[in-house]
């Protein structure tokens, strides 16, 4: 395990933490005035390999060829010229920091980080981290990588788990959850949504599905996976009879024979290395999935209805319903006693996640893939995508009672 200290006084800055993989939906920016969950798990920690955070430089002031040199191949809004390496943990692993409340960097409710590092080392007041906890944005503490320094602590680090012993945890994420606006609890007033984390692993498979199609139209297989991805794909790619057909694979799965051109396969979630097969099959082109979403893939949870009996614990979350009163009196609220299965709405890939990978894919100079790209900057006019909107003032949701 890691403990971060500051490099300017050398104080201990963090709890001890062991280092895991960045996840897909890090810079997500998710909904309008909806309150989105901690990041990291507590006790761990990612690298983001790209500089992030201010200063910002837009496209036209960069050269193709620079930009080609950090790994992007095709117009965005800006790059930063920040220092690559920046650590993200949890909120609650942070120690020995103050927050500079002033620097609310452009937030809507909390504090978004625009202007950069927010939090001082409380000993020798160097700026050393950046708070993140607005609306809309994954709640964070990003360390500045030329700001702190890595230490091991307890010996050697712990040795990641197996894919079989992944398997056996059976950690899956739900392609469903419910989502809160901000300030409000989470039994007071929420809906059922999609998953943020599935539509971002899915803006960034998607990516890959393109490129891995070469221009010709691709299938996947039934069930969730076609629903998340293949109405995308029949708009996005020309029709013809040269198909390419995407599987699921990976660890304790039968490999697919030489017949498959594309394979959707999981992101190791503590190394982020991505799962690769052996054979014929390893010609395939490996679209990353994110571990906990293949997992569900390849084992769906049966959301069978299942008959109360006694009172319903407080912590279950229950959906709000108008039920009409004796003799026509009026409308009282009240809660069903069965969670809704599903939203009601297709689902859509997360606009920015697709954008940001896509722009940084190779094969994007393809003029036929450029093509698409350059069709794809007005999300909104597609309905394909979950865009990236433009986060309002919002007020805290007080809870009735």
């Known amino acids: 395990m890691f403990v971060f200290v500051c490099a300017g006084c050398g104080a201990e800055l963090t709890a001890p933490l062991s280092q895991v993989s960045l996840p897909a939906h890090a810079h997500q920016s998710y909904g309008n005035g909806t309150q989105l969950p901690v990041l990291m798990e507590s006790g761990t920690f990612a690298v983001d390999p790209e500089p992030w955070g201010p200063p ?21 809004h800006a790059l930063s010229d920040g220092a690559p390496g920046a650590i ?49 944005l994954w709640q964070a503490v990003w360390l500045a990588p030329n700001a702190v320094r890595r230490l091991l602590v307890d010996g050697a680090d712990a040795e990641p788990l197996s894919w079989e012993e992944l398997t056996e945890e059976g950690k899956s994420t739900p392609p469903f959850e419910p989502i809160a606006p901000w300030g409000s609890p989470l039994g007071a007033s929420h809906h059922w949504s999609w998953s943020p984390q599935w539509e971002a692993a899915a803006g960034r498979a998607l990516a890959h599905l393109l490129a891995a199609s070469e221009g010709q139209p ?4 039934d069930g969730v996976i076609e ?43 503590q190394t982020g290395r991505t799962w690769t097969p052996t054979g014929p099959a390893a010609s395939a082109y490996p679209v990353p999935l994110p571990f906990g979403v293949w997992l569900w893939l390849v084992s769906p949870q049966p959301r069978l209805p299942v008959p109360p009996s006694g009172r319903v614990p407080d912590d279950v979350l229950r959906e709000p319903v108008g039920r009409r009163l004796s003799g026509g009196s009026g409308w009282r609220r009240d809660f069903d006693d069965l969670l809704p299965p ?5 689902f859509r890939a997360d606009w ?3 954008h940001h990978t896509l722009a940084r894919l190779p094969a994007v100079r393809s003029p036929w893939l450029r093509e698409i790209f350059d069709d794809l900057t007005q999300p909104m006019r597609t309905g394909l995508f979950q865009p990236t909107r433009r986060r309002r003032r919002c007020r805290p949701v007080r809870p009735r009672g």
């Open 88 to 136: 993200v943990i949890a909120p609650g692993d942070i120690r020995g920091v103050l927050l500079l409340r002033e620097k609310r960097g452009g937030a809507c409710c909390g504090v978004a980080g625009a202007d950069g590092p927010n939090m001082v080392c409380e000993a020798c007041g160097l700026l050393v981290a950046t708070r993140i906890d607005d609306c809309s």
């Open 352 to 354: 920015g996640t697709f």
């Open 227 to 269: 629903e998340v991805f293949q109405s995308s794909l029949d708009a996005l790619l020309p029709a013809g009879p040269q198909e390419r057909r995407a599987v699921l694979a990976g660890p304790g799965r039968l490999v697919p024979d030489a017949g498959v051109d594309i394979l959707l396969v999981p992101v190791h979630p």
């Open 56 to 76: 910002w430089r837009k496209w036209e002031r960069i050269d193709p060829d620079e930009a080609a040199v950090r790994g992007v191949y095709a117009p965005v």
């Open 218 to 221: 691709v299938t996947v297989a």
């Open 342 to 346: 599903r939203p009601h709405y297709p």
